[in-house]
């Protein structure tokens, strides 16, 4: 079975601080995914890459960065926490197009 | 997303009971997924369809894909207490470049 996995499951975070959150899929996939997820707003694209080194903009990238230095490794970064970055962060991997296979998330709170 | 539409938001139903969860597209579907979230946790996958009028089945759950509608419903049938989560749809569009997107989300309790 494909494994996605993530650093932590809960993370709390002060304000301006610098988050690295870490996912590794061990499937050998192209592609890899960060959503975050929040009440009533569902999964929401944050970044996604199809390749080491490669990285697309999803449909809210403000405020966070990437880093895909290595196939089964995807990097999330807010350089700067702020409180409305708060929430659910979600990694996914897949082949070239497909279904997507999802990690157990990280709750961030920042305070 | 708002280009995937999940009804209802939430559903109570008694151990036992039928119930039906929907999503709608606005945007042409290329294949459609159907994920679950148990809280805080990440996401299942339980079933994709791809091809208009396809239903597929597991355990006592029942994806079907309307392509004419560009819907897909999932039916579970004599819900139990382990099929409370968080149901999510996701799909496959064409908007500018090929991308999947999520609805909301549909929170399923089942009371004992």
């Known amino acids: 079975d494909v494994k996605v996995t993530q650093s932590s499951r809960y993370l709390v975070k002060r304000t301006g601080e610098k988050v690295f959150l870490e996912c590794v899929q061990d499937?050998?996939?192209?592609?890899m995914f960060w959503y975050r997820q929040d009440p009533g707003l569902g999964l929401r694209l944050i970044y996604f890459s199809y390749d080491v080194k490669m990285k697309e903009k999803g449909d809210i990238p403000e405020g966070y960065s990437v880093s895909r230095e290595k196939k089964e490794r995807f990097s999330l970064i807010l350089e700067s926490a702020s409180t409305n970055q708060t929430s659910m962060y979600l990694c996914?991997?897949?082949?070239?197009?497909?279904?997507?296979?999802f990690g157990p998330g990280t709750r961030l709170t920042v305070l | 997303s708002q280009e995937l539409e999940q009804s209802p938001q939430s559903l109570i139903v008694q151990e036992g009971k039928n119930l039906t969860i929907n999503c709608t597209s606005s945007k042409t579907l290329y294949g459609l997924y159907w994920y679950k979230q148990k809280y805080g946790e990440g996401l299942i996958f339980l079933m994709m369809l791809q091809k208009g009028g396809e239903e597929k089945s597991h355990e006592k759950i029942t994806a079907k894909l309307d392509e004419k509608k560009q819907q897909s419903s999932l039916h579970i049938t004599a819900s139990q207490p382990s099929h409370a989560g968080i149901y999510l749809c996701?799909?496959?569009?064409?908007?500018?470049?090929?991308?999947?997107?999520f609805g909301a989300g549909t929170r399923l309790f089942v009371k004992a």
């Open positions: 996914a991997s897949s082949l070239l197009g497909g279904k997507q296979y």
């Open positions: 996701g799909a496959d569009i064409i908007t500018g470049g090929f991308k999947t997107i």
């Open positions: 499937m050998d996939h192209e592609n």
